[in-house]
């Protein structure tokens, strides 16, 4: 019996992966390609006043970034940092993370093309949604100034570091996330009968509630929650309380409240989450209200709907080993070569004066490039090495500031959290 759950298991695991690696694989090249020719520092020309217009910059700006949660807080509170508007940034931090370019080329392969419409629309009206209230409650009159000299980096134009960011850098930043996600679907469409939601769930506003209130604290990057959704649909979920999962699930997560409650303010961070919460609940309603055979999977499983077939099965087998082996290449990179890379640069580092401090809140390769950039700027720091797996920095100069180390952390959404 365990032997033939586990080969049902693995059997979905690897048809689910077949489906989205051409989409995701073309999805991770245009990241890279988002990275290097549009670096973050231009969107504060489009985001610096307190009007409707900033606001429609940021949402749309941030609707094809592949930016995940983790990530697009210490961006979107760098730009607040650095000049944009609080409305500007509210928009930017709801709409980028409920999508991007891979998600919704994945949302395509797996969902269709209504999905794939409706995901990117509802960002962005979200994201004018959250702006425009954060502006009119809010009440920002004058433009506001840069609190310190804290940037984002700016990449190398090469093509050289534009894939070696799209297929290392943030493959590393979603790869446990898009593991868990594909595993999770794998493992409902095994386990529930395909029943389950019609049986169970009285009513399809129930349905949107619960995924609602599921999907809220827990942490789902938008590419990862793609294959959930289309599992749970094929178990007779509602396509808007699909679409409430796909909202809800990368946008907001209770590891974000406390940086936002901190850094950002407090009505500024409930708008922002009673904006996803309600836009889920209605562009979930709205859908609803639609025809659903035009968000239905068919019944043999979501690698077998309508559009297979678009892409001949020897690219998605091909695709589905060259993802594999990447996702691989980035967990040994993440996990294991970390400490390596710590020991070396301590070693030659001898001759120095050598400062570890604990930081909190770095999730991903953005917030280690963030950390490093800002703090190398400091006066007397020489060198900054950001270790994600140990949640540590070293500062490598004489007579340090860590007041001042604090002040540009803090400014940065992260926390300082003492010295080791």
């Not at 670096?39 to 009007?51: A, F």
């Not at 941030?62 to 930016?67: K, S």
């Not at 891979?102 to 004018?128: E, H, K, Q």
């Not at 942490?219 to 649909?233: E, R």
Request: hydrophobic share 45%; aromatic share 10%.
């Amino acid at each position: 019996m365990i032997t033939g759950f586990l080969t049902d298991f693995l059997h979905e695991l690897w048809k689910l992966t077949v489906e989205m690696s051409p989409y995701l694989l073309f999805g991770f090249l245009f990241a890279g390609i988002l990275r290097v020719f549009f670096p973050r520092k231009l969107l504060l020309k489009y985001m610096g006043q307190p009007n409707l217009k900033s606001v429609f910059h940021a949402a749309m700006l941030g609707v094809p970034m592949p930016l995940c949660s983790c990530g697009v807080l210490p961006t979107g509170l760098s730009l607040r940092h650095n000049g944009a508007s609080k409305g500007a940034t509210n928009a930017f931090l709801i709409s980028t993370p409920q999508t991007g370019v891979d998600s919704i080329l994945v949302t395509y392969s797996m969902l269709g093309l209504p999905f794939a419409i409706v995901r990117p629309i509802a960002a962005l009206v979200t994201g004018l949604a959250g702006g425009a209230l954060t502006n009119w409650l809010t009440r920002e009159k004058t433009e506001p100034q840069a609190k310190n000299n804290a940037q984002d980096d700016t990449p190398p134009r090469t093509i050289s570091y534009m894939l070696r960011y799209a297929f290392v850098e943030f493959l590393q930043d979603i790869s446990k996330w898009l593991v868990i996600g594909l595993m999770i679907a794998a493992l409902i469409s095994v386990v529930l009968p395909d029943d389950f939601f019609s049986a169970f769930i009285p009513n399809d506003f129930i349905g949107m509630f619960v995924i609602l209130l599921a999907a809220i604290p827990i942490y789902f990057c938008a590419t990862a929650s793609v294959p959930v959704a289309a599992v749970l649909l094929m178990k007779g979920l509602s396509p808007g309380a699909a679409l409430v999962l796909l909202m809800a699930g990368p946008a907001v997560n209770s590891a974000s409240f406390t940086v936002l409650f901190k850094s950002f303010g407090r009505k500024e961070t409930w708008i922002y989450i009673l904006t996803i919460a309600s836009g889920a609940l209605i562009f979930g309603n709205l859908i609803n209200m639609l025809p659903h055979e035009w968000f239905s999977i068919m019944q043999d499983g979501p690698h077998h709907h309508h559009h297979h077939g678009l892409i001949p099965e020897w690219v998605g087998t091909a695709s589905a080993i060259v993802l594999t082996l990447l996702v691989i290449n980035a967990f040994v990179r993440r996990y294991f070569k970390k400490h390596s890379k710590m020991a070396t640069t301590m070693h030659t580092s001898d001759n120095h004066n050598v400062t570890t401090i604990s930081v909190g809140g770095m999730e991903c390769n953005h917030c280690k490039n963030s950390v490093e950039t800002n703090l190398s700027k400091l006066d007397n720091i020489q060198q900054v090495v950001a270790n994600l797996q140990d949640q540590t920095v070293q500062l490598t100069g004489e007579n340090i500031d860590l007041d001042q180390v604090k002040q540009t952390l803090d400014t940065l959404g992260y926390r300082f959290e003492g010295q080791k």
